[in-house]
């Protein structure tokens, strides 16, 4: 009897065992290491303000798990208490591989934003047809962009773009620049050298990796937002502008809708408060007694107003009272 009871206890610890270490391997597939290295540049075209925010390099990119449907979806669909739906989801995805990594080979990605001065609401022919050429290069002159993605939103003045280049070797290149040339005339418009000290970031399973376009001012407001929902009004003024701090008024924050706002997209302003090349948000409320809420019902609306500092860092200066667009 002691016999057969020692070897259920060390089939066990066995079992455990095994349990600890495909665990582990596949912990490890969740592990992702990011470099950073913000770099803050300005640039006046004339047509357009475009901000380069960004340098991120990585080492990793997706597998077919984000693109194939898998196996688990058609139990998930099954199970109707969310309780347990959403936990037997997280379980599944934390047993896969959902990146395919290279030792050798990088991405790279310059981050930022385009901002067209002359765009009015649905105007789009007032945006040109190409757009500028953003590039970053390596050493020996070599440019490692292979293309550049936008993003746009409604009626925004701003396009945010990421120019890309894969299957670079880092460890060849130590001195970059950006390089912005108009695209018909192929004529330089700058030239932005820098040499990186990067920033390294980790994530794993139980700390997600920063958003696509995390750079957005958008994330910035919306994280202030959440400290004043919270009642955390002392830590929300480090996103003051630091010569707005005084001014700022913050009574047309003190409402009782802040807990229902949600935010429209960014649009560029130009001159605001003596400031030059300022951005805003509209911040749009809904009637809390409506059950079913659409995009174009809101009956409240305000707007706030925020800049780069020299360190490229979104900072607010202004808010505008709520305005109400429709009566309870």
């Known amino acids: 009897m002691c016999s057969i009871k020692k070897k259920l206890i060390s089939l066990a610890v066995a079992l455990v065992f095994i349990w600890l270490v495909v665990s582990a391997y596949f912990y490890g597939q969740h592990y992702i290491v990011m470099k950073d290295y913000p770099l803050y540049a300005k640039v006046d075209t004339g047509d357009a303000v475009i901000i380069i925010s960004n340098v991120r390099v990585y080492g990793f990119e997706r597998s077919g798990y984000f693109f194939d449907q898998q196996w688990y979806w058609s139990i998930a ?163 003051i502008h630091f010569e707005r701090s005084d001014q700022f008024p913050w009574k047309n924050l003190s409402h009782d809708y802040l807990q229902s706002v949600r935010l429209h997209s960014e649009f560029y302003i130009g001159s605001y408060l003596g400031y030059e090349d300022v951005f805003a948000i509209d911040l749009l409320y809904d009637d809390p007694d409506k059950k079913r809420r659409t995009p174009s019902e809101e009956f409240g609306k305000q707007t706030i107003y925020f800049i780069a500092d020299k360190f490229g860092d979104w900072k607010l200066i202004d808010v505008t009272p709520l305005k109400f667009i429709s009566r309870r």
């Not at 108009?182 to 399973?205: A, C, M, S």
């Open 77 to 239: 669909d099954k199970i109707k208490n969310p309780n347990i739906q959403y936990p037997f989801l997280k379980i599944c995805f934390f047993y896969t591989r959902p990146y395919i990594f290279d030792k050798d080979e990088r991405t790279i990605q310059l981050q930022g934003l385009i901002a067209f001065k002359d765009f009015k609401g649905d105007d789009y022919e007032s945006i040109p047809e190409e757009m500028p050429e953003i590039d970053i290069y390596g050493d020996y002159d070599v440019c490692l962009a292979d293309g550049i993605g936008y993003h746009h939103e409604g009626s925004s003045n701003i396009h945010f773009f990421w120019s890309q280049g894969d299957d670079v070797v880092l460890k060849n290149n130590h001195t970059y620049k950006v390089v912005i040339k108009d695209h018909e005339t192929g004529e330089l418009i700058k030239e932005i050298p820098f040499r990186p000290e990067w920033q390294v970031h980790t994530y794993n399973f139980f700390q997600k990796k920063p958003e696509h376009l995390s750079y957005r001012p958008k994330f910035e407001v919306e994280s202030f937002l959440s400290l004043l929902k919270n009642s955390k009004t002392e830590t929300a003024e480090s996103y």
